[in-house]
């Protein structure tokens, strides 16, 4: 029997986990040929500005293999205002945006998904 209550806790608690809404940020990120290290080394600075912002939850930076100056940024956020206005209309995004966007060739589009 006690098994069983602390069995239907878990899933309980597993349901609330799953049924809240994340958002996920996608960019396809075209960096113009031979500046991809620095862009990697302005990329580990700009990661710490993004990770301390309000309804951060996580991120990813993935290489293409086929296209070696092209990347993914997959980012979760817990609401899509967290990133469209608290990230974007911030000062920290302004440090983000010096830091990355020049590196951009053509300037990536940004999509979110639930």
């Known amino acids: 029997m006690r098994f069983e209550m602390k069995a239907s806790r878990l899933k309980s608690h597993i349901s609330n986990l799953t049924s809240k809404k994340v958002i996920l940020e996608v960019a396809i990120l075209n960096v113009i040929p ?3 290290d620095e862009f990697l080394q302005a990329f580990s600075k700009a990661q710490k500005i993004i990770s301390g912002m309000p309804g951060y939850i996580s991120h990813q930076l993935k ?8 990347f993914i940024l997959l980012v979760e956020w817990e609401k899509l205002t967290d990133h469209t206005e608290g990230f974007r209309k911030s000062k920290e995004y302004q440090e983000w945006k010096s830091l990355l ?4 060739d053509p300037f990536p589009t940004v999509e979110h998904y639930e």
Do not use: L, S
């Open 63 to 70: 290489r293409c293999m086929e296209k070696t100056n092209q």
């Open 101 to 104: 966007h020049h590196f951009y």
């Open 34 to 36: 031979g500046q991809e």
